[in-house]
């Protein structure tokens, strides 16, 4: 299907010279004399090698026909990432390489949405939030304000996180998973 290049998004999947291309970024330039052209930062799926492409805004560019479907998280082991769709229960093998410095995010029975093209997942997207426990904090300095002061703590995931002063170890919180930032204390 061709679509001007001016309409690519981040995530969009391209076909160039029948190699498949997730995109990056995509920006559109309309400098005040000359034409209007869309800068593109691609990554080859095949091999995850990054190009950058420059069109006019008005070119026609190939978007490949991706299906993007609901998938539950299974397990982890010497092949891949296994998920399971879960109305056919068919099970889908994604390799590391697709699932990237997300894997920490993973955890068993999670709900992620999966982009297929021709039955080889080629990108994943996470829940926006999910919850994590506190594993290590360092103690309040006496004579912080509670208002704008955040201290370091360590997540039983691995990850790094700033939380408010009132958060200790062993306390539940919900995070951001594109910015590791801290949303609020768990309600469970």
């Given at each position: 299907?061709?679509?001007?290049?001016?309409?690519?998004?981040?995530?969009?999947?391209?076909?160039?010279?029948?190699?498949?291309?997730?995109?990056?970024?995509?920006?559109?330039?309309?400098?005040?004399?000359?034409?209007?052209?869309?800068?593109?930062?691609?990554?080859?799926?095949?091999?995850?090698?990054?190009?950058?492409?420059?069109?006019?805004?008005?070119?026609?560019?190939?978007?490949?026909?991706?299906?993007?479907?609901?998938?539950?998280?299974?397990?982890?082991?010497?092949?891949?990432?296994?998920?399971?769709?879960?109305?056919?229960?068919?099970?889908?093998?994604?390799?590391?390489?697709?699932?990237?410095?997300?894997?920490?995010?993973?955890?068993?029975?999670?709900?992620?949405?999966?982009?297929t093209h021709e039955g080889v997942a080629i990108a994943i997207e996470l829940p926006q939030k999910?919850?994590?426990?506190?594993?290590?904090?360092?103690?309040?300095?006496?004579?912080?304000?509670?208002?704008?002061?955040?201290?370091?703590?360590?997540?039983d995931i691995g990850v790094r996180v700033m939380v408010p002063p009132h958060i200790d170890a062993?306390?539940?919180?919900?995070?951001?998973?594109?910015?590791?930032?801290?949303?609020?204390?768990?309600?469970?």
């Amino acid at each position: 299907m061709k679509v001007i290049a001016s309409s690519l998004r981040k995530g969009n999947v391209v076909d160039i010279d029948g190699r498949l291309y997730v995109v990056l970024t995509a920006q559109n330039f309309h400098p005040g004399k000359g034409t209007p052209v869309t800068q593109v930062d691609l990554r080859r799926i095949s091999d995850g090698v990054k190009v950058s492409e420059r069109w006019r805004t008005t070119e026609q560019v190939e978007k490949a026909h991706v299906d993007e479907r609901s998938y539950d998280y299974l397990y982890e082991d010497g092949e891949g990432y296994h998920f399971m769709e879960p109305e056919t229960y068919e099970q889908l093998t994604v390799s590391p390489d697709v699932i990237g410095d997300q894997k920490v995010y993973l955890q068993e029975g999670m709900r992620v949405f999966l982009r297929t093209h021709e039955g080889v997942a080629i990108a994943i997207e996470l829940p926006q939030k999910i919850t994590v426990q506190i594993t290590e904090t360092e103690p309040v300095v006496k004579g912080q304000t509670a208002s704008s002061s955040y201290k370091p703590a360590i997540t039983d995931i691995g990850v790094r996180v700033m939380v408010p002063p009132h958060i200790d170890a062993g306390t539940r919180i919900v995070i951001n998973t594109e910015d590791n930032s801290y949303v609020e204390r768990s309600k469970d």
